[in-house]
């Protein structure tokens, strides 16, 4: 399968600073890359949609200013929290769709924030 | 609200068993279908996709797909202890932009 890095794997930040995400794909080009929030024992909540070189789109109820997402070439995608609270930690995943049929997902290895 | 609708379970089997995993989509707009495996703490690994009515095979794994009853299943024959894990049903659709749903997953547990 494809390879997704997602960078840092665990931060520990306090609150009211911002810490930021890096979401590469190493062996393909993802036009579009997705991120998702998991809290322990639920599913994946999609939280935006980033495409290359345009605004990423913000899932209803998610916070476009406090979620900052870049995606600036073809195989980078940054989310940046901005003034974390204690309930912005959670498990941050990270995947790239390759372009090709049938769009399947290949996901990062994760980034667990603890913000205390 | 377009949703994928999972049984979360625990599915427990015994080691050497068939394991059925099964799915439901509310969006008959949704074409493809994939199936991730989850182990604790860490990220979703694909497993397999299906966009054709009926049965795919790989290795060990079928996915079956049913598109008239919106039902997806995965089927694990030979289980070992390793598969233990959660395993992730997920419909494509094309809302605004192309995504996925995921259901909330079906923990599975091989017994030795």
């Not at chain 1, 939280?47 to 406090?66: F, I, L, P």
């Not at chain 2, 080691?15 to 604790?40: H, K, M, P, V």
């Amino acid at each position: 399968g494809a390879v997704v890095s997602q960078h840092p794997s665990r931060v520990i930040c306090k609150s009211g600073t911002s810490v930021k995400i890096e979401c590469r794909s190493l062996d393909f080009q993802a036009t579009t890359m997705f991120w998702y929030r998991q809290f322990p024992k639920q599913s994946l909540m999609l939280m935006a949609t980033s495409n290359e070189g345009s605004k990423a789109t913000y899932e209803q109820g998610v916070e476009k200013d406090k979620f900052l997402i870049n995606h600036a070439s073809l195989t980078l995608s940054t989310l940046t929290v901005t003034s974390a609270h204690p309930e912005d930690s959670s498990f941050y995943i990270c995947s790239a769709k390759r372009r090709t049929v049938p769009g399947e997902l290949f996901f990062g290895e994760g980034s667990r924030l603890t913000v205390l | 609200q377009k949703e994928v609708e999972q049984n979360s379970g625990p599915l427990s089997v015994p080691e050497g068993a068939i394991a059925s995993l099964n799915c439901t989509y509310s969006d008959r707009g949704s074409q493809s279908f994939f199936w991730y495996r989850q182990y604790s703490g860490k990220s979703p690994e694909l497993i397999m996709f299906i966009y054709s009515n009926g049965d795919k095979e790989d290795g060990r794994f079928t996915a079956q797909l049913n598109k008239a009853s919106q039902y997806v299943s995965l089927l694990i024959r030979d289980s070992q202890p390793s598969d233990s894990a959660t395993y992730l049903c997920a419909g494509a659709i094309m809302d605004s932009s192309y995504k996925l749903i995921f259901g909330s997953g079906t923990r599975l547990l091989v017994r030795p």
